[in-house]
Protein backbone atom coordinates (compact mmCIF):
# COMPACT_ATOMS: atom_id res chain seq x y z
CA UNK A 1 0.00 0.00 0.00
CA UNK A 2 1.63 3.43 -0.85
CA UNK A 3 0.89 6.51 1.53
CA UNK A 4 -2.23 5.50 3.61
CA UNK A 5 -5.42 4.04 2.70
CA UNK A 6 -7.06 7.16 4.59
CA UNK A 7 -8.27 10.32 3.20
CA UNK A 8 -6.49 13.61 4.62
CA UNK A 9 -8.61 16.64 6.02
CA UNK A 10 -7.33 20.51 6.10
CA UNK A 11 -9.74 22.50 7.21
CA UNK A 12 -8.68 25.78 8.12
CA UNK A 13 -5.86 26.66 6.14
CA UNK A 14 -4.24 26.33 3.49
CA UNK A 15 -1.65 23.52 3.41
CA UNK A 16 1.90 24.82 3.19
CA UNK A 17 3.84 24.10 -0.36
CA UNK A 18 5.56 21.41 1.82
CA UNK A 19 2.54 19.82 3.60
CA UNK A 20 1.18 19.56 -0.28
CA UNK A 21 4.40 18.07 -1.35
CA UNK A 22 4.14 15.43 1.68
CA UNK A 23 0.97 14.44 0.56
CA UNK A 24 2.18 14.08 -3.53
CA UNK A 25 5.03 11.92 -2.37
CA UNK A 26 2.92 9.54 -0.20
CA UNK A 27 0.13 9.82 -3.19
CA UNK A 28 -2.27 10.19 -0.47
CA UNK A 29 -5.76 12.20 -1.20
CA UNK A 30 -6.93 15.06 0.91
CA UNK A 31 -9.40 17.19 1.18
CA UNK A 32 -9.64 20.71 1.66
CA UNK A 33 -12.61 22.63 2.83
CA UNK A 34 -13.76 25.90 3.66
CA UNK A 35 -10.34 27.56 3.31
CA UNK A 36 -9.49 30.56 2.53
CA UNK A 37 -8.07 30.28 -0.90
CA UNK A 38 -11.35 28.46 -1.81
CA UNK A 39 -13.49 31.28 -2.00
CA UNK A 40 -16.37 30.33 -4.56
CA UNK A 41 -15.01 31.92 -7.80
CA UNK A 42 -17.69 33.79 -9.63
CA UNK A 43 -17.78 31.04 -12.51
CA UNK A 44 -20.06 28.84 -10.42
CA UNK A 45 -23.05 31.38 -11.53
CA UNK A 46 -24.44 30.95 -14.35
CA UNK A 47 -25.39 34.81 -15.55
CA UNK A 48 -21.25 35.05 -15.50
CA UNK A 49 -21.05 31.93 -17.65
CA UNK A 50 -23.58 33.04 -19.88
CA UNK A 51 -22.19 36.37 -19.97
CA UNK A 52 -18.29 35.21 -20.41
CA UNK A 53 -18.77 32.83 -22.74
CA UNK A 54 -21.79 34.16 -24.70
CA UNK A 55 -25.05 32.47 -24.62
CA UNK A 56 -24.66 31.25 -28.35
CA UNK A 57 -21.35 30.39 -27.97
CA UNK A 58 -21.29 26.67 -29.03
CA UNK A 59 -19.54 24.37 -26.73
CA UNK A 60 -18.81 20.81 -26.90
CA UNK A 61 -21.48 18.45 -24.82
CA UNK A 62 -21.20 14.68 -24.28
CA UNK A 63 -24.67 13.23 -24.63
CA UNK A 64 -25.80 9.69 -23.85
CA UNK A 65 -28.96 7.96 -23.79
CA UNK A 66 -27.91 6.59 -20.15
CA UNK A 67 -25.73 9.16 -18.27
CA UNK A 68 -22.46 7.01 -18.92
CA UNK A 69 -20.13 8.56 -20.90
CA UNK A 70 -16.67 6.46 -21.63
CA UNK A 71 -18.08 3.12 -19.61
CA UNK A 72 -18.65 -0.45 -20.28
CA UNK A 73 -22.02 -0.82 -21.56
CA UNK A 74 -23.28 -4.57 -22.21
CA UNK A 75 -19.38 -5.35 -22.95
CA UNK A 76 -18.71 -2.65 -25.46
CA UNK A 77 -17.09 0.43 -24.19
CA UNK A 78 -19.28 3.33 -25.16
CA UNK A 79 -18.27 6.52 -25.99
CA UNK A 80 -20.80 9.44 -26.17
CA UNK A 81 -21.94 11.44 -28.86
CA UNK A 82 -20.25 14.58 -28.95
CA UNK A 83 -22.15 17.66 -29.91
CA UNK A 84 -21.75 21.48 -30.45
CA UNK A 85 -24.33 23.13 -29.07
CA UNK A 86 -25.31 26.79 -27.64
CA UNK A 87 -24.17 27.44 -24.29
CA UNK A 88 -27.89 28.68 -23.54
CA UNK A 89 -29.72 25.96 -24.85
CA UNK A 90 -27.00 23.27 -22.68
CA UNK A 91 -28.34 24.97 -19.59
CA UNK A 92 -32.13 24.83 -21.15
CA UNK A 93 -31.06 20.87 -21.65
CA UNK A 94 -29.73 20.44 -17.91
CA UNK A 95 -32.65 22.11 -16.18
CA UNK A 96 -35.01 19.67 -17.67
CA UNK A 97 -32.68 16.58 -17.01
CA UNK A 98 -32.52 17.82 -13.44
CA UNK A 99 -36.17 17.26 -12.78
CA UNK A 100 -36.72 14.55 -14.72
CA UNK A 101 -36.06 11.07 -12.83
CA UNK A 102 -35.61 9.47 -15.99
CA UNK A 103 -34.32 11.45 -18.48
CA UNK A 104 -33.74 10.27 -22.36
CA UNK A 105 -30.73 12.07 -22.89
CA UNK A 106 -27.96 12.77 -20.59
CA UNK A 107 -25.55 15.87 -21.23
CA UNK A 108 -22.15 16.22 -19.51
CA UNK A 109 -19.31 19.10 -20.08
CA UNK A 110 -16.65 16.70 -19.77
CA UNK A 111 -14.33 17.98 -22.80
CA UNK A 112 -11.31 17.00 -20.01
CA UNK A 113 -8.95 19.01 -23.11
CA UNK A 114 -8.02 22.20 -21.64
CA UNK A 115 -11.08 23.89 -22.08
CA UNK A 116 -10.54 26.71 -19.82
CA UNK A 117 -7.36 28.12 -21.98
CA UNK A 118 -5.44 27.55 -24.89
CA UNK A 119 -8.78 28.48 -27.04
CA UNK A 120 -11.05 26.19 -25.44
CA UNK A 121 -14.86 26.50 -24.94
CA UNK A 122 -14.37 28.57 -21.86
CA UNK A 123 -11.36 30.56 -22.09
CA UNK A 124 -13.24 33.57 -21.20
CA UNK A 125 -14.35 32.44 -18.09
CA UNK A 126 -10.28 31.69 -17.00
CA UNK A 127 -10.19 34.98 -15.51
CA UNK A 128 -13.02 34.08 -13.24
CA UNK A 129 -11.42 31.53 -11.77
CA UNK A 130 -7.66 31.15 -9.73
CA UNK A 131 -5.70 30.64 -12.58
CA UNK A 132 -3.78 28.27 -10.22
CA UNK A 133 -3.37 26.25 -6.93
CA UNK A 134 -0.84 28.45 -4.90
CA UNK A 135 0.50 25.56 -2.60
CA UNK A 136 0.20 23.21 -5.49
CA UNK A 137 1.95 25.18 -8.59
CA UNK A 138 4.82 26.19 -5.49
CA UNK A 139 5.24 22.38 -4.05
CA UNK A 140 5.18 21.12 -7.99
CA UNK A 141 7.06 23.44 -9.54
CA UNK A 142 5.38 24.04 -12.37
CA UNK A 143 1.85 25.58 -13.60
CA UNK A 144 -1.46 23.33 -14.24
CA UNK A 145 -0.92 21.30 -17.70
CA UNK A 146 -4.45 22.01 -18.17
CA UNK A 147 -7.36 22.95 -16.82
CA UNK A 148 -10.99 22.46 -17.09
CA UNK A 149 -14.95 22.98 -16.87
CA UNK A 150 -17.10 20.45 -15.84
CA UNK A 151 -20.96 21.09 -15.85
CA UNK A 152 -23.88 18.51 -15.43
CA UNK A 153 -26.73 17.18 -12.98
CA UNK A 154 -26.74 13.83 -10.86
CA UNK A 155 -27.75 11.72 -14.06
CA UNK A 156 -23.95 11.98 -15.60
CA UNK A 157 -21.52 9.24 -13.81
CA UNK A 158 -17.89 8.92 -14.79
CA UNK A 159 -16.92 5.70 -14.53
CA UNK A 160 -13.64 4.00 -13.17
CA UNK A 161 -10.26 5.49 -14.67
CA UNK A 162 -7.12 6.71 -13.53
CA UNK A 163 -5.02 9.74 -15.22
CA UNK A 164 -1.29 10.34 -15.32
CA UNK A 165 -1.59 13.40 -13.27
CA UNK A 166 -1.91 15.45 -10.16
CA UNK A 167 -5.57 16.58 -10.34
CA UNK A 168 -6.67 19.45 -7.86
CA UNK A 169 -10.50 19.03 -8.44
CA UNK A 170 -13.00 21.95 -7.20
CA UNK A 171 -16.59 21.77 -6.70
CA UNK A 172 -18.37 25.47 -7.28
CA UNK A 173 -21.51 24.49 -7.07
CA UNK A 174 -23.60 21.18 -6.44
CA UNK A 175 -22.23 18.34 -4.92
CA UNK A 176 -19.99 15.68 -5.74
CA UNK A 177 -19.06 11.59 -4.53
CA UNK A 178 -15.60 10.58 -5.67
CA UNK A 179 -14.98 6.57 -5.01
CA UNK A 180 -11.09 6.04 -5.18
CA UNK A 181 -9.02 3.18 -5.30
CA UNK A 182 -5.40 3.63 -4.79
CA UNK A 183 -2.49 2.74 -7.13
CA UNK A 184 -1.48 -0.34 -4.84
CA UNK A 185 -5.28 -2.26 -5.82
CA UNK A 186 -6.04 -0.92 -9.18
CA UNK A 187 -4.74 -3.43 -10.48
CA UNK A 188 -7.94 -5.55 -9.47
CA UNK A 189 -10.38 -3.73 -11.82
CA UNK A 190 -9.31 -6.09 -14.38
CA UNK A 191 -8.64 -3.87 -16.76
CA UNK A 192 -8.86 -5.46 -20.83
CA UNK A 193 -9.41 -3.90 -24.29
CA UNK A 194 -13.23 -3.71 -25.22
CA UNK A 195 -14.32 -3.44 -28.41
CA UNK A 196 -15.53 0.53 -28.75
CA UNK A 197 -18.73 1.96 -30.11
CA UNK A 198 -20.29 5.72 -30.05
CA UNK A 199 -23.51 6.55 -29.04
CA UNK A 200 -25.90 7.86 -32.04
CA UNK A 201 -29.14 8.48 -32.44
CA UNK A 202 -31.23 6.89 -35.18
CA UNK A 203 -34.05 9.51 -35.81
CA UNK A 204 -34.32 11.32 -39.43
CA UNK A 205 -32.99 13.94 -38.54
CA UNK A 206 -30.59 12.75 -35.76
CA UNK A 207 -32.38 14.38 -32.77
CA UNK A 208 -34.68 12.03 -31.85
CA UNK A 209 -34.07 10.09 -28.59
CA UNK A 210 -34.16 6.42 -30.78
CA UNK A 211 -30.39 5.48 -29.40
CA UNK A 212 -28.19 3.47 -30.81
CA UNK A 213 -24.05 2.30 -30.49
CA UNK A 214 -22.25 2.05 -33.65
CA UNK A 215 -18.96 0.51 -34.04
CA UNK A 216 -16.11 2.66 -34.25
CA UNK A 217 -13.42 1.54 -36.50
CA UNK A 218 -9.76 2.89 -36.91
CA UNK A 219 -7.22 2.83 -39.67
CA UNK A 220 -3.73 1.26 -38.26
CA UNK A 221 -1.91 3.70 -40.41
CA UNK A 222 -3.25 6.97 -39.17
CA UNK A 223 -5.08 6.38 -36.76
CA UNK A 224 -7.92 7.80 -38.10
CA UNK A 225 -11.11 6.82 -36.40
CA UNK A 226 -14.60 6.35 -38.03
CA UNK A 227 -18.21 5.87 -36.43
CA UNK A 228 -20.23 2.93 -38.58
CA UNK A 229 -23.66 4.15 -38.54
CA UNK A 230 -24.76 1.34 -41.00
CA UNK A 231 -23.35 -2.06 -42.13
CA UNK A 232 -22.76 -1.08 -45.50
CA UNK A 233 -20.34 1.64 -43.51
CA UNK A 234 -18.93 -1.64 -41.79
CA UNK A 235 -18.52 -3.52 -44.64
CA UNK A 236 -16.72 -0.82 -46.69
CA UNK A 237 -14.79 0.05 -43.70
CA UNK A 238 -13.28 -3.49 -42.83
CA UNK A 239 -12.96 -3.76 -47.29
CA UNK A 240 -10.14 -0.84 -46.33
CA UNK A 241 -8.51 -3.05 -44.15
CA UNK A 242 -9.73 -0.80 -40.47
CA UNK A 243 -9.40 -2.69 -37.89
CA UNK A 244 -12.56 -2.24 -35.04
CA UNK A 245 -11.15 0.12 -32.56
CA UNK A 246 -10.92 -1.15 -28.80
CA UNK A 247 -10.24 0.83 -25.53
CA UNK A 248 -8.53 -0.27 -22.16
CA UNK A 249 -10.95 -0.03 -19.05
CA UNK A 250 -11.55 -1.25 -15.69
CA UNK A 251 -14.27 -4.37 -15.88
CA UNK A 252 -15.15 -3.86 -12.17
CA UNK A 253 -16.85 -1.44 -10.55
CA UNK A 254 -16.35 -2.40 -6.46
CA UNK A 255 -18.01 1.29 -5.73
CA UNK A 256 -21.06 1.51 -3.00
CA UNK A 257 -23.20 2.34 -5.94
CA UNK A 258 -21.98 -0.34 -8.43
CA UNK A 259 -24.39 -1.74 -10.42
CA UNK A 260 -23.36 -5.36 -9.98
CA UNK A 261 -22.52 -6.37 -6.62
CA UNK A 262 -20.80 -9.58 -7.77
CA UNK A 263 -17.88 -6.76 -8.55
CA UNK A 264 -17.48 -5.99 -5.02
CA UNK A 265 -16.64 -9.76 -3.85
CA UNK A 266 -14.44 -10.31 -7.13
CA UNK A 267 -12.69 -7.03 -6.04
CA UNK A 268 -12.24 -7.99 -2.49
CA UNK A 269 -11.24 -11.49 -2.84
CA UNK A 270 -8.91 -10.51 -5.22
CA UNK A 271 -7.27 -7.57 -3.26
CA UNK A 272 -7.69 -9.98 0.24
CA UNK A 273 -10.62 -7.21 1.66
CA UNK A 274 -12.83 -8.76 3.85
CA UNK A 275 -15.82 -10.33 2.59
CA UNK A 276 -18.90 -7.52 2.10
CA UNK A 277 -16.31 -4.55 3.08
CA UNK A 278 -15.59 -1.92 1.25
CA UNK A 279 -12.43 -0.85 2.89
CA UNK A 280 -10.14 -0.65 0.28
CA UNK A 281 -12.82 2.13 -1.88
CA UNK A 282 -12.29 5.17 0.03
CA UNK A 283 -15.69 7.53 -0.46
CA UNK A 284 -15.54 11.50 -0.41
CA UNK A 285 -18.39 13.78 -1.26
CA UNK A 286 -17.57 17.58 -1.76
CA UNK A 287 -19.91 20.23 -1.29
CA UNK A 288 -19.31 23.77 -3.64
CA UNK A 289 -15.92 25.35 -1.83
CA UNK A 290 -14.40 22.33 -1.25
CA UNK A 291 -11.37 20.78 -3.59
CA UNK A 292 -9.89 17.08 -3.50
CA UNK A 293 -6.19 16.65 -4.37
CA UNK A 294 -6.87 13.20 -6.12
CA UNK A 295 -3.39 12.00 -6.54
CA UNK A 296 -1.67 10.46 -9.84
CA UNK A 297 -2.87 7.07 -10.76
CA UNK A 298 -5.47 6.58 -8.25
CA UNK A 299 -8.80 4.75 -10.07
CA UNK A 300 -11.94 7.38 -9.61
CA UNK A 301 -15.11 7.20 -10.40
CA UNK A 302 -17.44 9.90 -9.82
CA UNK A 303 -21.21 11.03 -9.09
CA UNK A 304 -22.73 14.01 -8.96
CA UNK A 305 -25.59 15.12 -6.69
CA UNK A 306 -28.90 16.50 -7.00
CA UNK A 307 -28.99 20.24 -9.03
CA UNK A 308 -26.53 21.67 -11.24
CA UNK A 309 -22.82 20.27 -10.54
CA UNK A 310 -20.43 22.95 -11.86
CA UNK A 311 -16.64 22.17 -10.65
CA UNK A 312 -13.34 23.21 -12.35
CA UNK A 313 -9.90 20.79 -11.99
CA UNK A 314 -6.45 21.57 -12.67
CA UNK A 315 -3.84 19.00 -13.69
CA UNK A 316 -0.70 19.11 -12.80
CA UNK A 317 1.95 16.54 -14.86
CA UNK A 318 2.81 13.89 -12.69
CA UNK A 319 6.37 12.92 -11.88
CA UNK A 320 7.33 9.05 -13.26
CA UNK A 321 10.65 7.35 -12.33
CA UNK A 322 9.11 7.95 -8.65
CA UNK A 323 8.85 4.58 -6.47
CA UNK A 324 5.18 5.36 -6.59
CA UNK A 325 5.17 4.71 -10.16
CA UNK A 326 7.61 1.86 -10.28
CA UNK A 327 5.80 -0.20 -7.51
CA UNK A 328 2.59 0.57 -9.39
CA UNK A 329 4.25 -0.55 -12.98
CA UNK A 330 5.76 -3.67 -10.95
CA UNK A 331 2.20 -4.68 -9.18
CA UNK A 332 0.68 -4.46 -12.45
CA UNK A 333 3.25 -6.44 -14.28
CA UNK A 334 2.50 -9.35 -11.07
CA UNK A 335 -1.13 -8.79 -11.74
CA UNK A 336 -0.94 -9.40 -15.69
CA UNK A 337 1.13 -12.32 -15.18
CA UNK A 338 -1.63 -13.88 -12.68
CA UNK A 339 -4.01 -13.33 -15.36
CA UNK A 340 -6.01 -10.53 -13.77
CA UNK A 341 -5.64 -7.83 -16.56
CA UNK A 342 -4.07 -7.24 -19.86
CA UNK A 343 -0.34 -6.82 -19.98
CA UNK A 344 -0.01 -2.73 -20.18
CA UNK A 345 1.74 -1.24 -23.47
CA UNK A 346 4.69 0.63 -23.00
CA UNK A 347 3.49 4.01 -21.63
CA UNK A 348 4.66 6.67 -24.56
CA UNK A 349 2.37 9.06 -23.98
CA UNK A 350 1.78 10.82 -20.41
CA UNK A 351 -1.55 11.85 -21.78
CA UNK A 352 -3.35 8.84 -22.17
CA UNK A 353 -5.78 6.96 -19.81
CA UNK A 354 -4.96 3.67 -18.81
O1 LIG B 1 -16.05 15.05 -12.54
C1 LIG B 1 -16.08 14.05 -13.22
O2 LIG B 1 -17.14 13.61 -13.70
C2 LIG B 1 -14.84 13.28 -13.54
C3 LIG B 1 -13.57 13.92 -13.06
C4 LIG B 1 -12.35 13.18 -13.50
O3 LIG B 1 -12.42 12.04 -13.92
C5 LIG B 1 -11.04 13.82 -13.43
O4 LIG B 1 -10.93 14.99 -13.03
O5 LIG B 1 -10.05 13.14 -13.77
Given at each position: ?????????????????????????????????????????????????????????????????????????????????????????????????????????????????????????????????????????????????????????????????????????????????????????????????????????????????????????????????????????????????????TTRWASLDPSQTTRNSDHVSIF???????????????????????????????????????????????????????????????????????????????????????
Amino acid sequence: MFGMQTIAEFDDADPTAAQFAQLVCENRPAVFRRLPHHKIPTAAERETVLAAVGDLAEVKVAVTPNGFADAIVDGVFCLPLESKMPLSEFYDLIDRENSDESPQSVHYIQSQNNNMRDGGDFINLFEHIPPDVPFATAALGAQPDAVNFWCGTRHATTSFHKDHYENLYKVLAGSKTFHLISPSESWALEERSWETSQYVRRGAFGDSNEWGAAPVYIDPQTFETHVAETRTDEFELCKRGYTRMTTRWASLDPSQTTRNSDHVSIFNSRVGAASGSLSTVLTVTLMAGDMLYLPALWSHKVEQGRGITVAINYWYDMKFGTPVFLMHQLLRGIAADAGFMERDEEIGDADEEF
